[in-house]
């Protein structure tokens, strides 16, 4: 989805979709249900889902709400309807072009395809696989969609990357599912964890009184293990973790969903106790308010034409809408910004002492959760992920009256939990890690791969900041070639975007945070690994800054320490690095990972993470998810494109050719979405300049998690609390005792 609001302060990183517990499940929906034998198979398996559809819809008003938004179907019916999806030669291969093109933004290409030793990785070469898939989609092989839609969705996953992705067609059109959660569980948190069933309500979790010891006849931590071997993450705890159900935030755990059919409709489960139950997998199709789109999609020729053959704006199940941008030129009550003594869903038993309205941020002292006299605070970041000024604005306040009060009760320790985190905005990264560190030291380095479609953007956006960092007045007060109001205005999202996306070496710093002498310095290319990419960058923060409050005006956010806020070092540090702990589930990434570097490269904080698999004889990683700091969307690349073709018009068909033949283009296809890892993370200091993502970082301590702590996150933080400044020597993997840990290449000592 195109970005609709700009912060004002820096990028986007990719957001995971956050996961919910579906509402309907085959023991509560009996409308529409329809199993394979319930009538004639010479119907038709789509002409079916359609007839359920129709049941459905007359037996049951609100079919289609937004919060039902499926209706139950027999799975292999729903596997053969999706079978007879046959393609068209023509529009699928334009499609696998343009999506080759736009992969060329992929940092990692030349990693995955040959990963550095010591990764632990197996070589994956996605563009050698995907001319395959053309190579066969041409030669006629390969003929039905579903089949080409499963291996380029199962090519992407397989290199374990949160900001690869593609949003297939039919994958949105119906979902399997296992319809049953998991969790893991130590019974001190030291001792290797079993696998339990689990019910989940609305602030808890029952387990089953046995463990689980097999999945079909299966090892059941084997089949765990294997069965998410696709995820998005790179670490294999993370992946591990992802497979549970967890509270804080509350997620039902990826075990729930299936990725395609298995082949069968029914699986057991067998437990310690001996006791073996079956349960059904099921099936639901996507449905719509108040209209029966399946009576349009009743056979796979229909849904080829109807439904995959089609511009995604055209799709007839799409419920995209439209958000406005708050105007802060309007005054602004912090009082409103924020709440107290809240308790939130998946926090049982404890009341934030402060948190945003969004539930971004949330500010604890253990203290009051415990009732023992405790001076730790917690700090707990679901995501960086507000997507409005005004949203940033409350999750700053929040932040601040947070470490007023810390200071008021003379806190002296800090816990920072960021289990669940998926990234977001690099902008409140930034913003919070200058509240707790003042005068700390914010940069990183990043780089961006060079091939020939970004050095075209490149050389085009050059053309658009003057030296003052300015945009150039003949874009900013004319009509420039687009014949409507200024350039400026117009595509004020995609000037913005260019800007902190590293298209200009204007608001690109060199590694040691200073301009870089000439345009070639901060271009490159430089080789390494096989590949070309830019110098190591780092963010002119307070140049977006000021470019972002000259584009948006009103809507526009200053960051702690910057604009506005520049006088923000001469605040007080309220906590000490050496008293703060960084606390994860693995599963952090995005700009998650980049606060986490921030943390333990500059300020070296300890760390601890919970969960993973049931090994204690090797570390976890601290951040197992994607550890570049900016993803690319193909809806935010487009409208580049597109800027750069209506305002600056090819001279001739040559160059309009040379153009064309690089330059990623929409797909002509239902794709709902496909984005990249557009910057690698690179150490500024690190001579082999090794991407973070195939560099290990482990935590320093390892735990598992108690059905207490799994729950009750006070109870966690009270543990954590224990293993690093009490007498609990608990790990079930290193220590957190003051000490020394080895990051990757990096050494950290505390």
Request: charged share 20%; proline share 5%.
């Amino acid at each position: 989805m195109i970005r609709n609001t700009i912060t004002g302060l820096l990028t986007l990183a990719s957001v995971a979709n956050a996961a919910v517990l579906p509402k309907s499940t085959p023991e509560n929906t009996n409308s529409g249900a329809v199993s394979r034998n319930s009538t004639s198979f010479s119907i038709g398996a789509c002409a079916l889902i359609a007839r359920a559809e129709e049941s459905a819809f007359a037996a049951d008003q609100n079919f289609g709400d937004p919060n039902y938004p499926e209706f139950h179907i027999d799975p292999q019916i729903a596997d053969d309807c999706l079978q007879s999806v046959l393609l068209e030669k023509k529009p699928a291969l334009e499609f696998i072009q343009e999506l080759s093109k736009f992969l060329q933004f992929q940092t990692t290409l030349a990693y995955l395809a040959s990963p550095p030793a010591g990764s632990g990785r197996q070589p994956l070469d996605i563009l050698k696989q995907l001319r395959d898939i053309s190579r066969r989609v041409e030669e006629g092989s390969l003929t039905k969609w579903y089949q080409v839609e499963q291996e380029i969705t199962t090519l992407l996953s397989q290199a374990n990357d949160d900001h690869l992705s593609i949003e297939m067609p039919l994958q949105n059109l119906i979902k399997f599912k296992k319809g049953i959660a998991l969790v893991s569980l130590s019974p001190d948190g030291k001792q290797i964890p079993k696998i339990y069933q689990a019910y989940l309500k609305k602030d808890s979790i029952d387990v089953s009184s046995s463990a689980i010891t097999k999945f079909n006849n299966e090892d059941i931590v084997t089949f765990v293990e294997k069965s998410m071997s696709l995820g998005p993450f790179q670490g294999r705890d993370a992946r591990y973790n992802k497979a549970f159900a967890a509270m804080n935030p509350y997620y039902p755990g990826e075990f729930w969903w299936l990725l395609k059919y298995p082949g069968t409709n029914n699986f057991t489960i067998t437990f310690e106790n001996g006791t073996i139950a079956q349960h059904n997998y099921s099936a639901w199709a996507t449905a719509k308010p108040k209209e029966k789109v399946w009576s349009k999609l009743k056979t796979g020729q229909d849904i080829w034409n109807n439904y995959v053959n089609v511009n995604h704006t055209l799709d007839p199940f799409n419920r995209e809408g439209t958000t406005s941008k708050p105007n802060l030129k309007d005054p602004v009550d912090k009082s409103k910004l924020v709440k107290h003594k809240s308790i939130s869903n998946g926090v049982p038993e404890a009341a934030a002492y402060v948190e945003d309205n969004e539930n971004i941020f949330r500010g604890y002292f253990l203290g009051d959760e415990t009732g023992k006299g405790s001076n730790t605070a917690v700090m707990n970041l679901r995501s960086f992920g507000p997507f409005v000024p005004i949203t940033i604005a409350g999750v700053r306040e929040a932040v601040s009256q947070f470490l007023l009060e810390a200071e008021k009760r003379n806190s002296e320790k800090l816990i920072i939990d960021l289990r669940g985190n998926p990234g977001g905005l690099i902008a409140l990264v930034f913003d919070t890690y200058k509240q707790l560190f003042p005068n700390g030291n914010a940069v990183f380095g990043s780089r961006i791969r060079s091939h020939p479609a970004f050095l075209k953007l490149v050389e085009t956006f050059t053309k658009v900041f003057d030296k003052d960092l300015s945009v150039r007045k003949e874009l900013s007060s004319s009509t420039g070639n687009t014949g409507k109001n200024s350039s400026q205005e117009l595509y004020k999202d995609e000037i913005f975007w260019a800007a902190e996306g590293g298209l200009s070496q204007f608001f690109s710093l060199d590694r040691t945070g200073k301009p870089f002498a000439s345009f070639e310095d901060f271009i490159g290319p430089v080789s390494n690994h096989g590949d070309k990419f830019t110098s190591v960058l780092t963010f002119a923060i307070s140049d977006l800054v000021k470019l972002s409050q000259n584009i948006y005006k009103g809507y526009t956010v200053d960051g702690s320490g910057y604009g506005s806020l520049t006088e923000y070092d001469k605040k007080k540090q309220i906590f000490k690095p050496e008293n703060i702990v960084v606390l994860t589930d693995s599963r952090c990434s995005s700009s998650c990972n980049s606060f986490v570097e921030l943390l333990r490269t500059e300020q070296k904080v300890r760390s601890i993470v919970i969960g993973g698999r049931p090994t204690v004889d090797e570390p976890t990683k601290l951040v197992g998810g994607v550890r570049g700091p900016q993803s690319l969307q193909a809806s935010e690349l487009y409208p580049l494109v597109e800027f750069a073709e209506k305002t600056f018009p090819f001279k001739n068909s040559a160059e309009k050719e040379a153009w064309n033949k690089v330059m990623p283009h929409p797909f002509h296809l239902n794709i709902a979405g496909a984005a990249v890892n557009y910057r690698d993370m690179i150490r500024p200091t690190d001579p082999t300049q090794t991407p973070l993502e195939f560099v290990t970082d482990p935590a320093d301590c390892k735990i598992f998690f108690e059905k207490d702590t799994l729950v009750n996150s006070h109870k966690l933080w009270a543990k954590v609390e224990a293993l690093a400044w009490g007498n609990d020597n608990s790990c079930a993997w290193g220590s957190l005792k003051a000490g020394h840990t080895v990051a990757g290449n990096v050494s950290i000592v505390h």
